[in-house]
């Protein structure tokens, strides 16, 4: 009889345990993760609570974003043609020896500023089959120029359109080409050569008006 009372009093013990873990998952698991499903129905991220602290930044809603938050191409149809004009600019930094033989033009694959220029003003012009995004544009004016630096080369990219946006893409894209390709011509002489710094300069036209960086 004793070993049945023990295992009546054990019988017992389980079950209140059992009751008391299921009463702390009712109150603490369960809201949350009913909390976490509503959250992931959301057809969005745009649509998730906004923490008070960003509330005025989330006002700028993303153009590239629809109502649903799925990506897609801004409709600039309504959108008046003006001249738009745009110049980025980078460097790359190397050692006096690969600049010394870029200058003098005594590289292992030729002309190297020549072939950086050509590939920066294609690169332009192909912009909107390398950035998902990007309108193809009529451009009307691309350019690429360099400058000589103590430790390296300069890249100005400038590009021009008259349409209903912008040609900011465009001209980072040609630096960023043009960089790109000077690397490669020069790899052979200095492969720790460092590529950076590349950004917008300056824009001007379309709604936003002129901007220049500081």
Known sequence: MRRGSDTH?????GTALRERVGRLYSQLVEPSYHDAASIFKS????AFPTPPCFAPAMTLKPTHLDDTGAAHMVDVGAKPATQRRAVASGRITMSADALEA????NAPKGDVLSTAR???IMAAKRTADLIPLCHPLALTKVGVDFAWEDNG???TATAATNGPTGV?????????VALLTLYDMAKALDRAMVIGDIRLREK???RSGDWRAE
């Open 204 to 206: 001007s036209g379309g």
């Open 43 to 46: 057809p969005s991220p745009l």
């Open 102 to 105: 870029i200058r003098s033009g």
């Open 153 to 155: 080369i300069a890249v």
């Open 168 to 176: 900011e893409m465009e001209a980072l894209t040609a630096a960023s």
């Open 9 to 13: 009093r054990i019988d017992t013990a």
């Open 118 to 120: 050509i590939a920066g």
